[in-house]
């Protein structure tokens, strides 16, 4: 198992990540809840130009980056290729993609309901309902997963709407309850993602590490799964408290959380945000298959305008 770099975990001195300055956390988190999107449609962009965005058009992605970490994407056109999809990531300062197991050789992957077994054991690749979750969170510490794009070529004919929650709001929702919450989740020892096992061959070690870190740009990443099974929490009353607190935020209607079902041509790009998504059906016979593709990166959003 892989150790999560100790410099990665703690906040430095002044941020508000810093259990330990109330102050800049108090700033930072008016800040952040007066800036806060009222309703999703203050996150979309409309695109005029395929992968090509205009400074208006970056500029208003980046407002809503800023504010919730995500925007929404409408292209002129419905449908959408893997190059578009990569030529959005450049324009954002994204560029190296993670390989996962199932991505394409391309390094993007096509998410759709397949029935080959190593790919059908994902439920990404199922139709059923996709619990909250960043992604990546099993991934080793030197890859994780800062930013995502999503793009649907083909919504499912019924189903499949999309929910999200800037992660920073949990983080603040978690705080505003009790800092020790918070200190349980950016604990090195705070989960453990047990191995992926397949046929007796062990595909993904085990891989621990905490909830909550800091990168080296001073951002918060998180990483999590809602899904009991793929993880083993600590056993200690705080971080197990810290994760049922999680588990009752996302059970409950709450104001923060945005919802939306993507049409062809629109697509998610975000600073791996918390999502999930409901159940889908498709329409083989009328043509009315979900696929959307997935690009994953290592990188986080970048403002490029000024580069
Ligand atoms: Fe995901």
Request: net charge neutral; glycine share 8%; charged share 25%.
């Amino acid at each position: 198992m892989t150790a999560f770099p100790e410099t990665t975990l703690q906040a430095a001195a002044g941020s508000p990540f810093d259990l330990d300055d109330t102050a800049a956390y108090v700033a930072w988190r008016t800040h952040k809840l007066a800036a806060y999107p009222q309703a999703v449609d203050e996150l979309r962009v409309a695109v005029a130009h395929g992968g090509e965005l205009s400074g208006a058009e970056l500029g208003k992605a980046h407002r809503a980056l800023q504010r919730a970490n995500f925007f929404i994407y409408h292209l002129p056109e419905p449908g959408g290729d893997k190059p578009l999809v990569r030529q959005l990531g450049r324009r954002f300062g994204l560029e190296r993609l993670d390989n996962n197991l199932c991505a394409d050789d391309d390094g993007i992957s096509s998410l759709r309901v397949v029935e080959r077994r190593r790919e059908g054991e994902y439920i990404p690749y199922t139709n059923k309902r996709l619990n909250w979750h960043t992604d990546g969170y099993y991934n080793r510490p030197d890859e994780q997963i800062r930013a995502v794009i999503l793009h649907c070529v083909q919504p499912a004919a019924t189903g499949g709407e999309s929910a999200l929650l800037d992660h920073e709001i949990a983080y603040i929702l978690l705080r505003d309850a009790d800092p020790e919450l918070v200190r349980a989740l950016m604990a090195p020892d705070a989960m453990r993602i047990p191995p992926n096992v397949q046929d007796g061959r062990v595909i993904r070690p085990a891989q621990g590490g905490p909830v909550f870190s800091v990168d080296s740009g001073g951002h918060l990443h998180m990483r999590y799964s809602a899904r009991a099974r793929n993880i083993d929490w600590k056993g200690n009353s705080t971080t197990h408290a810290a994760a049922e607190f999680l588990l009752n935020l996302f059970q409950q209607d709450s104001p923060y959380i945005f919802r939306h079902q993507l049409k062809s041509g629109e697509g998610i790009l975000g600073n791996n945000v918390l999502h999930c998504r409901t159940s889908f059906e498709d329409d083989p016979a009328g043509s009315q298959t979900r696929l959307l593709y997935r690009a994953r990166y290592f990188d986080r959003v970048v403002d490029m305008r000024n580069q």
